[in-house]
Every structure is written in structure tokens, then in C-alpha cells.
């Protein structure tokens, strides 16, 4: 998550060189050809413009939809945050009486589980954006710290060496430890440690991070439609294309009775670029929150939340020696 109050005009425009780069390309070589005397490349501008229409229509749906993605992300987070913090003091106060080292074993498995839970979420997926050039290039400025250390080695802290060994032998590794948490639940409700409410009162808060999690996992496992995503693709290069070949008889004209006569077509060269990079940014931009666990400057910063869960629960203990807060770098937080 991107933690300024915006991004900088120069990092803006250094992100979405490439595509400047090449819709400058574009607009220059119907220009120069236009310009050495192959004036039918000149097509009307009307077509092209009820393309635009279509095309920022079909842009602005994927930007809408993409930022539902983020924001419905946002929630299910927002929503673990709140249950977490109720789920910590209604065990602790339910059970802490009686056995303060379960509770304490629970707890830390609620941090593996936050844990595990967002390296699954950090795997990559074949529709994800991280690694195309400009996304990965702008990843440099930061950390993805699911991707500097290894699951195993994180859940070290939180896990016996039985419990652990267990755990890694699983598939989806943050659903056997929400199982192990309502197995331990259920001895402790046998043993006669906590009421009938109270067992009732817990196991809701077990039952909201399962659903907090499968609707985590649905927006990871689910990509934004292909069709939709393919048709935005081809009409948006349709556009670029065309652009270029609809401005140069207007361009051209634009000088005619002035000094400028015979030189104005090259404007055709920045206009066309400004109309074209506008739409490809959108385009870009919606892209950019369209996934959005996978560790982009736009996403739902997972780890960062996970540290302040870590850190309020902690805190119910009354323990002194609390992890650190995670930082932002670069005006960057994950």
C-alpha cells in the first residue's frame, strides 16, 4: 500500500515509460509517412472517436470492478482485525483462569495462522502482474517479505516442532491450523474448562476466520473475467493504432494560411501520444489493484496487518517484549 499522499509525477511517468516509449513509436511512423506524400494513410477521425467512446466505457467498468476487488480485500482484512481482537480477549478471559498456558498456545497459533494465511496469499498466480517489467521494476523500491523468508522458518515462532512438521505436511497449511484450533477448543470444553457459552461464543470467532479466509481465497484464486480482460486489451490497441492515422488530416490543416503551414502535422506526434497514454494509464492503473494480494504498492498491505493483530493480542497478555511495528519504505507498506 502506497502510504503517501500520492505518487510523485516523476515516478509516475518513469513507471509508464515504456508504454510512452512505444505510443510515441506509433504516433511517429503514420507522421513521417503521411509527411513523405502517403496522404491516404489519413482516415476520418468520427470512427475512431466512437471507438474512444467504447473503449473509456469499457476501461472505466474493469477500473470499477478492480477497485471492488480492493476494497472487498480491505474488508475481509478489516474484518479479521476486529474478530482477532475479540477472539483474544473472549478466549483469554474465558480461559486464562484456568489454564494461562493454553491460552497462550492459542494465541500463537492464531499468529501462525495469520502467518500462513498470508504467504498463501502472496503465491503467484499465471494471471498476476508482478512479474511483467513494469510492475517488477517498481517492486525494487521495496520488500515483499513473503518473499524473503520461508514459511516454515516464520511459523518456527509461533509452533511446537510437532505441531510444525504437521502442519508443513499439509496442503493449505492456514486451514489445519483453524482446525487444530477448534480441536483444542473442543478438549478444552470436554475437560470442563469453559462453559457452554463460552465454547459457543469462541467457536463463532473460529467460524468467522474460516469464512474471512474463503472469501480471501476466492478473490486470490479468481481472476478478473478473461473475456472481459481480452476484449479491453484488443479495443485498446485497436485505439492506439488508429488514433494516430485519424488526427493527421486535421493536424495538417491546422496550419494552413499561417506561418506554421506544412508543420503543424507534426503535432500529430505529441497529440496523439497524450490521447493514447491516457487511456493505456487507466488502463494501467486498473490493472494494478485488479489482484490485490500479490504484493503490488496498491494492495491490501496483508503483513502489515497481520504484525498489529500480533501486537494488540500480545498486548491483552501483558507482554513487555512486543515485535515492532512494520515500517513504511519508500512510502511503501505490505
Not at 151 to 176: F, G, V
Not at 242 to 262: Q, R, S, W
Amino acid at each position: 500500500m502506497h502510504s503517501g499522499k500520492r505518487f510523485g509525477a516523476r515516478e509516475f511517468m518513469t513507471w509508464t515509460r515504456r508504454s510512452i516509449y512505444v505510443l510515441t513509436i506509433f504516433s511517429a511512423i503514420p507522421t513521417v509517412l503521411y509527411f513523405l506524400g502517403w496522404k491516404f494513410l489519413s482516415i476520418p477521425w468520427q470512427p475512431i472517436a466512437i471507438l474512444g467512446t467504447a473503449v473509456a466505457f469499457i476501461v472505466g467498468f474493469k477500473n470499477n470492478a478492480s477497485y471492488s476487488r480492493l476494497w472487498e480485500a480491505r474488508q475481509i482484512y478489516g474484518s479479521i482485525i476486529n474478530d482477532s481482537r475479540s477472539f483474544g480477549y473472549i478466549l483469554r478471559d474465558a480461559l486464562n483462569a484456568t489454564d494461562s498456558g493454553k491460552v497462550k498456545e492459542m494465541f500463537l497459533r492464531h499468529y501462525a495462522w495469520l502467518t500462513a494465511l498470508r504467504f498463501q496469499l502472496r503465491e503467484p498466480r499465471a494471471w498476476e502482474n508482478m512479474g511483467t517489467a513494469q510492475f517488477d521494476e517498481y517492486s525494487r523500491k521495496y520488500d515483499i517479505p513473503e518473499r524473503l523468508t520461508k514459511l516454515d522458518e516464520e511459523l518456527k515462532n509461533y509452533l511446537s516442532e510437532e505441531e510444525l512438521q504437521y502442519i508443513l505436511s499439509k496442503k493449505n497449511r492456514a486451514t489445519q491450523l483453524m482446525a487444530s484450533q477448534s480441536k483444542e477448543l473442543s478438549e478444552v470444553y470436554k475437560k470442563g474448562q469453559i462453559n457452554d457459552f463460552q465454547w459457543t461464543q469462541i467457536n463463532q470467532q473460529l467460524i468467522k476466520f474460516t469464512d474471512d479466509q474463503g472469501k480471501a481465497e476466492r478473490i486470490k484464486n479468481f481472476p478478473y473475467p478473461r473475456n472481459f480482460s481480452s476484449i479491453t486489451t484488443y479495443l485498446l490497441l485497436l485505439f492506439i493504432l488508429f488514433v494516430p492515422f485519424g488526427l493527421l488530416k486535421e493536424l495538417d490543416k491546422l496550419g494552413e494560411g499561417t506561418n506554421l503551414e506544412g508543420w503543424t502535422l507534426w503535432f500529430n506526434i505529441p497529440f496523439s501520444l497524450l490521447v493514447t497514454w491516457c487511456f493505456h494509464t487507466l488502463d494501467s492503473v486498473g490493472e494494478a489493484s485488479v489482484n490485490p494480494f500479490e504484493g503490488s504498492p496498491n494492495d491490501v498491505p496483508i503483513t502489515q496487518i497481520s504484525r498489529t493483530i500480533e501486537i494488540d493480542m500480545r498486548d491483552m497478555l501483558d507482554e513487555s517484549d512486543l515485535p515492532p511495528a512494520i515500517s513504511p519504505k519508500n512510502n511503501i507498506v505490505l
